[in-house]
Nanobody, 128 residues
């Protein structure tokens, strides 16, 4: 069992930056692929980005490419989501998630069903 706790959310002006952290306990994160998802009011939870177990590859939703960056520090059991050039449409609750199975293709990282464990989420609000 993996417990995930997100932090770092808050209120920021458009064009600003935030770094979200996802700290894990219970198991070492090195055995898990990690994803970030977000959910805005009235909308479905959507894929933001993901990182492989080793950190060697990352995947992003088109709307955040070039602005968001995912990294991981397996020694600290933590995954990060660096968000730059934030826009009001980035406003949402952000969730990190862990997948225990081996993922052989990028498309699997984009599916909520792939991930076994979820954090409680952290609110990000971007004002215009």
């Amino acid at each position: 069992q993996v417990q995930l706790v997100e932090s770092g959310g808050g209120l920021v002006q458009a064009g600003g930056s935030l770094r979200l952290s996802c700290a894990a306990s219970g198991r070492t994160l090195r055995n898990y692929a990690m994803g970030w998802f977000r959910q805005a009011p009235g909308k479905e939870r959507e894929f933001v980005g993901a990182i492989t177990r080793s950190g060697g590859s990352t995947y992003y939703q088109d709307s955040v490419k070039g602005r968001f960056s995912i990294s991981r520090d397996n020694t600290k059991n933590t995954v990060y989501l660096q968000m730059n050039s934030l826009k009001p449409e980035d406003t949402a609750v952000y969730y990190c998630a862990a997948a225990s199975r081996y993922l052989s293709a990028a498309r699997y990282y984009q599916r909520k069903e792939t991930f076994d464990y979820w954090g409680q989420g952290t609110q990000v609000t971007v004002s215009s």
